[in-house]
C-alpha cells in the first residue's frame, strides 16, 4: 500500500499489550487499539491511553475521562480511584512510561521497515515532514507526529508504529548531553541525518563543538552498514564524520555546495516562494522545484534526497515530488489576511527559533515584496537556551534585518530587547516584556500591503501573535467576528487557545 499510513491500523491487541509490558489485563479483555496516546484531552475512539506521570500532572487522575473519550483501555501501574469495576485497564508491574517504551521496542521489532532518524540543531521537523512527504508517495510511510522527539515522544511514537509500513521517519532531539543516544538506540534507524551544528542549548553546553558531540549520539543506534548523512558545509563535518567512524560507519554520505559531497548544489534560483535547484546526488545529476522558499530549505532537501537514495528509493520521484511540498504550521505557513482597507500577509513562523533560524527566515522575508503602501515587519520573541552569549546572539541579528530590508521591528522578551535597542530609530517599532504584551500593539498597527513574519522560541509564545492576526481577518465567518472588531477578543481567543494545560 502505498500512501500515508490509515488511522484505524489495529495496533495493539489486549494480549499482544499485555505480552509487550509484561502487565496483566483487569476488566474486558478483548479490545483491540488504533492508537496510543497519553494526552487524555486528545482521547480518538479506539485509543490506548497510557497514563504517564509528568511534572504536573498524573496520568492516572484522568483515566476515567480518557475512557469516557472513548479510549479501548488505559495502561496504568496500579488501579486508580473512582473506576467502574468493568473499567479495560492493562495494569503493569513499572512505571508506566517504561512499559510504554516496551510496547516501542516490541512494535520496532516486528516492523520491517527501513528507518530514518532525523536530528540537527535546526531544521528537524521540516526535513522528518519532507521524508514523509516523499517517501509516502513510493510506500507505506509511517513518521512521527508534530515535534514529539524527546524521552517519551520517541517510545509513544515507535508504540504507535504501524507493522506493515515500509518507512518509518523519526526526529530526535536533545538539549542535553546523553539524551540522543536511547533515543536512537530504540529507533534503531538504517539511516541518520545531522542536519547542521549550529549554537542551540548554548545554555546546557560548553560550545557547538559539545553539540556536535551530543548529536553525534544518534550514530549509537545505528548498525555498522548504516547511513550516516551529514551536512559538509558546516563546520563540525569533520569532527561528526570522525565520531561516525568511530561508531563503526564507513558508509558517510554527506550534502551540501562542497566538491565533495555526495548530494552537491550545482545551481539554485531562490523566489519569494519557491527554489529551483539543480543538484547531483551521488552521480545523478536532477533538477527539480521546491515549492518552499529560502536556501535552507535548499540545503535540507539534498540531505532528504541523499537518505532516499540510502533508504534504496527512487531518488528521481522524491525530487519531482518536492514541487508539492507544504509547509508545517508554525514553520513558514503563510495565509493572507483580509482588512476592511486591503490584505496583509502573515508568515508564521512561531514554533521555535535559534540564530541559525532566525537568519534563514529573516532572508526569506527579504525576497518577499510588500504590496503598495506597505512594509516588510519581523515580530521577534526571545530565542531561549542560548546561555550567557544570549544578548549577543540576539544583537547579532541587527544584520539580517538590515539585509533583508525590514522596514519595522516588535519585539518581546528580555534579550529581545538587547536587540530592540541597537537598532535604528526608524525601524523599532514597540518591545514588550512578553507576546500578552504586544500582541494587540501589532494588530493595531497591521495594514493592507503588509508582509509580517513573526518568529521565536515556543517558550515566548509568538504563536499567540500570529492567533490574533489571524483573527483580524474581516472574511472569517464567526460567531465572534464582530467582537473582534470592536475588542481585544483575537487576542484572549489566542491567549485561551495557547495557555499551558497539563
Known amino acids: 500500500m502505498s500512501g500515508e499510513m490509515t488511522d484505524k491500523t489495529v495496533l495493539w491487541t489486549a494480549e499482544d499489550a499485555a505480552a509487550a509490558t509484561g502487565g496483566r489485563l483487569a476488566g474486558p479483555s478483548a479490545w483491540t487499539a488504533t492508537g496510543v496516546t497519553i494526552d487524555s484531552r486528545k482521547v480518538a475512539p479506539g485509543d490506548l491511553f497510557v497514563a504517564i506521570r509528568g511534572p504536573n500532572f498524573d496520568g492516572h487522575a484522568f483515566v476515567g475521562a480518557a475512557l469516557a473519550a472513548g479510549a479501548a483501555a488505559a495502561l496504568v501501574d496500579h488501579l486508580p480511584d473512582g473506576l467502574p469495576a468493568d473499567a479495560p485497564l492493562l495494569i503493569v508491574p513499572v512505571d508506566t512510561l517504561e ?28 526535513t522528518k515532514e519532507t521524508l514523509r512527504h516523499v517517501l509516502s508517495a513510493q510506500g507505506s510511510t509511517y513518521a512521527t507526529e508534530g515535534s514529539l522527539n524527546n524521552h517519551w515522544g520517541v517510545p509513544l511514537s515507535l508504540a504507535r508504529l504501524p507493522a506493515d509500513c515500509a518507512y518509518g521517519v523519526f526526529e530526535l532531539g536533545m538539549n542535553h548531553a546523553g539524551e540522543l543516544g536511547p533515543l536512537s ?148 505557513t503563510r495565509k493572507r489576511i483580509q482588512l476592511p482597507q486591503g490584505a496583509f500577509t502573515l508568515i508564521d513562523e512561531s514554533y521555535n527559533a535559534s540564530p541559525a533560524a532566525m537568519t534563514a527566515t529573516l532572508e526569506v522575508l527579504g525576497k518577499i515584496d510588500p504590496g503598495a503602501g506597505g512594509r516588510r515587519i519581523a515580530v521577534l520573541g526571545d530565542m531561549r537556551e542560548l546561555g550567557d552569549r544570549a544578548d549577543a546572539l540576539h544583537i547579532a541579528l541587527a544584520e539580517p534585518l538590515r539585509a533583508a530590508q525590514v522596514d519595522t521591528v516588535y519585539a518581546c522578551g528580555p534579550h529581545m530587547k538587547a536587540l530592540f535597542d541597537r537598532l535604528p530609530a526608524t525601524m523599532r517599532g514597540a518591545w514588550t516584556e512578553t ?68
Open 99 to 126: 512499559a510504554m517504551a516496551a510496547l516501542g521496542k516490541v512494535a520496532r521489532a516486528r516492523c520491517g521497515a527501513r528507518f530514518v532518524g532525523v536530528t540537527g540543531s535546526v531544521g528537524k521537523t521540516g
Open 185 to 332: 538506540r530504540q529507533v534503531k534507524p538504517h539511516v541518520a541525518i545531522i542536519t547542521t551544528v549550529e549554537a542551540a542549548h548554548l545554555e546546557f553546553f560548553s560550545g557547538v563543538e559539545a553539540i556536535a558531540d551530543a548529536k553525534a549520539e544518534i550514530f549509537e543506534g545505528l548498525d555498522a552498514d548504516g547511513v550516516a548523512v551529514l551536512n559538509r558545509d558546516n563546520g563540525q563535518y569533520a569532527r561528526l564524520a570522525a565520531a561516525a567512524r568511530r561508531h563503526g560507519l564507513t558508509d558517510i554520505w554527506s550534502f551540501g555546495a562542497h566538491e565533495e559531497a555526495d548530494a552537491r548544489l550545482v545551481d539554485c534560483s531562490l523566489h519569494a516562494t519557491c527554489s529551483a535547484v539543480t543538484a547531483v546526488i551521488r552521480g545523478e545529476r536532477l533538477q527539480y522545484c521546491l515549492s518552499l522558499p529560502g536556501k535552507h530549505w535548499v540545503m535540507n532537501s539534498l540531505a532528504v534526497l541523499l537518505a532516499v537514495k540510502a533508504l534504496g528509493a527512487d531518488v528521481a520521484a522524491a525530487a519531482r515530488s518536492l514541487s508539492s511540498l507544504q509547509p508545517v504550521k508554525g514553520r513558514g
Open 435 to 502: 507576546s500578552v504584551e504586544l500582541a494587540p500593539i501589532v494588530t493595531g498597527t497591521v495594514k493592507g500591503g503588509d508582509v509580517i513574519m513573526v518568529k521565536g522560541s515556543l517558550g515566548s509564545r509568538t504563536g499567540l501573535i500570529v492567533d490574533a492576526l489571524a483573527a483580524l481577518d474581516s472574511g472569517r465567518e464567526s460567531e465572534d467576528k464582530a467582537a473582534s472588531r470592536t475588542t481585544n477578543q483575537p487576542l484572549a481567543a489566542a491567549q485561551s487557545a495557547q495557555a499551558p494545560r497539563g
